[in-house]
């Protein structure tokens, strides 16, 4: 057993400092007024996990750690999907992406949710031709009484009996009328899990902590907000990957100010956010030796200035500047004939600043809503010289140092982006929209920078799960895609729908080609370099939701919704990697009273188009049964659920390889992850 698998809920100096001082009641004031918010605000007695949320919101993941998925829209996965936390954008700080922007948020910390695939205003942000997700963590409740006041907490706990995963959480609020203070905390404990066929899926377990204190002040005309962050990750397993997790420290501060003015509103943000990673291996499961630690720091700030125009018009203006670095080392094992007797230097003061501009326009003529923008942002990316470890085991290593060394690493991309989205109402029960957008990513350092050419340092490189090889080239161009998308909307009293068709056709696609091969005991495996290719996506979303009937057994709701994204290179027509078969799900849900109900069927076809260069596999389809039950029994809340209920065994088909299994056993090739059996789960969340 992992020495870390001993059941123990560790508390950080700070939690315990906020949790003592928040603890501390005062009188509660019952009219408690809130800031307002837009968008799709979250029910906290309801608030499960980040990728939870998400995945109800439309949003895939292509599996790695248990908090560290990568979220796909429209096919495209990674940065290509821009993960906002309260404004920051927040860089992965990885060779392999195991601390992606999402890892550094619970689900309890979230208030809102907004999920934009495809065409996005350009205030949203640039570098990204996915879309966007953006997450409201700051959401500041005041009073109306002057004295600081107790406006309530909360406790939760949560089990689920598939991989013994145990979360808890907690948080409190104090405030006035022009002061609150806010306090969210939660931690996850997770062991290995099983499928369905009772096998344990090696390398799955994990233990997260995160916490968060927001102080904020108002009065009648400005708005100022403060956020402190820390994540810890002692553990995290990624079956699908060559390296595990040992150690993920973060801290953050994000500061938000907003101030009215007679003639416009300006909104100023502030954030500094530092990780330190370490890889390498902890468990028996995935057993090895070999350290690699990154530290990576973002800061940025954002201008934004609205005008309002008369008629329902506005106008934006920004200016925005983020800046990255990163020092990605892997020390020297004393003893090894081939890592040593020097450090490994990957990715030396590693530097990716962008400055960014724009203007956007919001109008509403008559039926038609509109809005339309261009920004431009300028991004400047560097290294310094690296080194190998010197062993003359790893020459090629050695000389590709050299030659890294000698070119010319300072890059300059410039990125346009334009966008237009108009929404047409029909009448009072349909609408239509139909978008247009030219959008840009520039090369990340590790797709520019990564220099290794064993096959050692190459398989320490990539976030596709694929236990491929991947170099970097210093020669890569931006991303540039443009996307036409609709939507029809129909919202009855009784029936409701849309469907959501999209086209992307993506200059300078950032994929990868085979430049050699290996082998890894009896299974082959590609060596790829990053490329540039043409490429097109296209697909639809449909829903529909019918109210059944509304009797004295409470409303009787079905709904489905299904899926189809379709990913090739042009020209050779190759399949993308990673692209979600043809799926959708059918749900029965019961609202009685205080208690809820839901019986929900989610299916999956045949993945038969796949991307020979990575040696994906084809996976076969299946139907997955859950079952759920939530009582709101004010002040606590209940919920009850079963997933996979008929214990089915499947493969994920964006999971990519267990490499773990490998590892136990190279006679089981790489097979495709497999994905969770049955699993009870239980939680409750207590209000006070």
């Given at each position: 057993m992992s020495p870390f698998a001993t059941r123990i809920l560790p508390l950080s100096p700070l939690a315990i400092i906020v949790a003592a001082s928040l603890l501390q009641s005062a009188h509660a004031d019952d009219n408690l007024e809130v800031i307002e918010v837009h968008g799709q605000s979250l029910p906290q007695s309801v608030a499960g996990s980040?990728?939870?949320?998400?995945?109800?919101?439309?949003?895939?993941?292509?599996?790695?750690?248990?908090?560290?998925?990568?979220?796909?829209?429209?096919?495209?996965?990674?940065?290509r999907v821009k993960v906002l936390i309260d404004g920051a954008d927040i860089s992965s700080a990885c060779a392999n992406e195991m601390n992606p922007p999402l890892s550094y948020v619970s689900g309890n910390q979230i208030s809102q949710v907004e999920v934009?695939?495809?065409?996005?205003?350009?205030?949203?942000?640039?570098?990204?031709?996915?879309?966007?997700i953006s997450l409201t963590t700051i959401n500041p409740h005041f009073s109306k009484s002057d004295a600081l006041g107790w406006q309530g907490g909360y406790l939760s706990g949560g089990y689920k009996s598939n991989g013994n995963v145990q979360t808890y959480g907690a948080g409190a609020e104090l405030a006035s009328k022009q002061l609150s203070l806010k306090y969210d905390g939660a931690y996850e404990d997770a062991n290995s899990y099983q499928d369905g066929n009772g096998d344990k899926v090696l390398d799955t377990l994990y233990r997260a902590q995160n916490h968060a204190l927001t102080a904020a002040y108002r009065d009648d005309t400005q708005l100022l907000a403060v956020k402190l962050t820390h994540q810890s990750i002692p553990f995290q397993g990624f079956p699908n990957q060559y390296m595990d997790m040992t150690d993920n420290q973060s801290f953050g501060v994000?500061?938000?100010?907003?101030?009215?003015?007679?003639?416009?509103?300006?909104?100023?943000?502030?954030?500094?956010?530092?990780?330190?990673?370490?890889?390498?291996?902890?468990?028996?499961?995935k057993a090895g030796t070999m350290p690699m630690d990154t530290k990576g720091v973002d800061r940025s700030y954002q201008l934004h200035w609205s005008q309002p125009l008369g008629s329902g018009n506005t106008l934006k203006l920004g200016q925005e500047l983020y800046d990255f670095r990163l020092d990605d080392n892997w020390p020297a094992v004393p003893g090894s004939m081939m890592m040593g007797p020097n450090t490994y230097i990957n990715i030396n003061h590693g530097k990716r600043q962008r400055l960014a501009a724009f203007a956007?326009?919001?109008?509403?003529?008559?039926?038609?809503?509109?809005?339309?923008?261009?920004?431009?942002?300028?991004?400047?990316?560097?290294?310094?010289?690296?080194?190998?470890?010197?062993?003359?085991m790893m020459a090629a290593d050695n000389a590709a140092a050299a030659a890294f060394n000698q070119s010319d690493r300072r890059k300059t991309d410039n990125?346009?982006?334009?966008?237009?989205?108009?929404?047409?109402?029909?009448?009072?029960?349909?609408?239509?929209q139909f978008g247009l957008a030219r959008k840009n990513r520039a090369p990340n350092l590790y797709e520019r920078y990564s220099w290794g050419r064993t096959t050692?340092?190459?398989?320490?490189?990539?976030?596709?799960?694929?236990?491929?090889?991947?170099?970097?080239?210093?020669?890569?161009?931006?991303?540039?895609?443009?996307?036409?998308?609709a939507k029809y909307q129909y919202l009855g009293d009784s029936l409701q729908g849309s469907i959501s068709p999209f086209y992307t056709k993506v200059h300078d696609f950032i994929d990868a080609d085979v430049i050699g091969r290996f082998n890894s005991g009896a299974a082959t495996r590609h060596i790829l370099e990053f490329a540039n290719v043409d490429a097109r996506l296209y697909g639809v979303d449909a829903k529909l939701a019918w109210l059944l009937a509304d009797t004295a057994f409470g409303q009787w709701q079905l709904a489905a919704k299904a899926s189809y994204t379709h990913g090739e290179r042009q020209g050779s027509h190759t399949p993308l990697y990673?692209?979600?078969?043809?799926?959708?799900?059918?749900?029965?849900?019961?609202?009685?009273g205080r208690a809820s109900n839901k019986l929900e069927w989610q299916w999956v076809s045949d993945k038969n188009r796949v991307d020979s260069n990575r040696l994906e596999n084809k996976t076969a389809g299946y139907g997955l049964l859950n079952a759920s039950s939530q009582w709101?029994?004010?002040?606590?809340?209940?919920?009850?659920?079963?997933?996979?209920?008929?214990?089915?065994?499947?493969?994920?088909?964006?999971?990519?390889?267990?490499?773990?299994?490998?590892?136990?056993?190279?006679?089981?090739?790489?097979?495709?992850?497999?994905?969770?059996?049955?699993?009870?789960?239980?939680?409750?969340?207590?209000?006070?």
């Amino acid at each position: 057993m992992s020495p870390f698998a001993t059941r123990i809920l560790p508390l950080s100096p700070l939690a315990i400092i906020v949790a003592a001082s928040l603890l501390q009641s005062a009188h509660a004031d019952d009219n408690l007024e809130v800031i307002e918010v837009h968008g799709q605000s979250l029910p906290q007695s309801v608030a499960g996990s980040t990728d939870d949320l998400l995945a109800n919101s439309g949003v895939d993941f292509s599996a790695a750690g248990g908090v560290s998925a990568l979220p796909i829209l429209n096919g495209m996965m990674s940065d290509r999907v821009k993960v906002l936390i309260d404004g920051a954008d927040i860089s992965s700080a990885c060779a392999n992406e195991m601390n992606p922007p999402l890892s550094y948020v619970s689900g309890n910390q979230i208030s809102q949710v907004e999920v934009m695939a495809g065409v996005t205003p350009v205030s949203m942000g640039g570098d990204n031709i996915a879309g966007v997700i953006s997450l409201t963590t700051i959401n500041p409740h005041f009073s109306k009484s002057d004295a600081l006041g107790w406006q309530g907490g909360y406790l939760s706990g949560g089990y689920k009996s598939n991989g013994n995963v145990q979360t808890y959480g907690a948080g409190a609020e104090l405030a006035s009328k022009q002061l609150s203070l806010k306090y969210d905390g939660a931690y996850e404990d997770a062991n290995s899990y099983q499928d369905g066929n009772g096998d344990k899926v090696l390398d799955t377990l994990y233990r997260a902590q995160n916490h968060a204190l927001t102080a904020a002040y108002r009065d009648d005309t400005q708005l100022l907000a403060v956020k402190l962050t820390h994540q810890s990750i002692p553990f995290q397993g990624f079956p699908n990957q060559y390296m595990d997790m040992t150690d993920n420290q973060s801290f953050g501060v994000n500061a938000q100010y907003q101030r009215q003015f007679s003639a416009g509103q300006l909104d100023a943000r502030l954030n500094w956010h530092r990780v330190k990673h370490e890889m390498g291996f902890f468990t028996a499961e995935k057993a090895g030796t070999m350290p690699m630690d990154t530290k990576g720091v973002d800061r940025s700030y954002q201008l934004h200035w609205s005008q309002p125009l008369g008629s329902g018009n506005t106008l934006k203006l920004g200016q925005e500047l983020y800046d990255f670095r990163l020092d990605d080392n892997w020390p020297a094992v004393p003893g090894s004939m081939m890592m040593g007797p020097n450090t490994y230097i990957n990715i030396n003061h590693g530097k990716r600043q962008r400055l960014a501009a724009f203007a956007e326009m919001d109008q509403q003529l008559s039926a038609w809503h509109l809005n339309y923008g261009l920004r431009f942002e300028r991004v400047h990316t560097n290294t310094g010289a690296v080194q190998g470890y010197g062993s003359m085991m790893m020459a090629a290593d050695n000389a590709a140092a050299a030659a890294f060394n000698q070119s010319d690493r300072r890059k300059t991309d410039n990125l346009v982006d334009i966008s237009a989205s108009a929404s047409y109402q029909l009448d009072e029960r349909q609408q239509l929209q139909f978008g247009l957008a030219r959008k840009n990513r520039a090369p990340n350092l590790y797709e520019r920078y990564s220099w290794g050419r064993t096959t050692m340092a190459t398989t320490m490189i990539g976030w596709n799960g694929d236990a491929n090889g991947y170099v970097g080239n210093l020669n890569l161009k931006p991303e540039t895609a443009y996307t036409l998308s609709a939507k029809y909307q129909y919202l009855g009293d009784s029936l409701q729908g849309s469907i959501s068709p999209f086209y992307t056709k993506v200059h300078d696609f950032i994929d990868a080609d085979v430049i050699g091969r290996f082998n890894s005991g009896a299974a082959t495996r590609h060596i790829l370099e990053f490329a540039n290719v043409d490429a097109r996506l296209y697909g639809v979303d449909a829903k529909l939701a019918w109210l059944l009937a509304d009797t004295a057994f409470g409303q009787w709701q079905l709904a489905a919704k299904a899926s189809y994204t379709h990913g090739e290179r042009q020209g050779s027509h190759t399949p993308l990697y990673q692209i979600m078969p043809f799926n959708g799900s059918l749900a029965l849900s019961q609202q009685w009273g205080r208690a809820s109900n839901k019986l929900e069927w989610q299916w999956v076809s045949d993945k038969n188009r796949v991307d020979s260069n990575r040696l994906e596999n084809k996976t076969a389809g299946y139907g997955l049964l859950n079952a759920s039950s939530q009582w709101d029994l004010k002040p606590l809340t209940l919920t009850l659920a079963i997933t996979n209920l008929l214990d089915k065994n499947y493969q994920l088909p964006l999971g990519g390889v267990s490499i773990a299994d490998y590892r136990q056993d190279p006679a089981n090739g790489f097979g495709q992850l497999n994905g969770e059996g049955r699993s009870l789960n239980l939680s409750a969340r207590y209000r006070f």
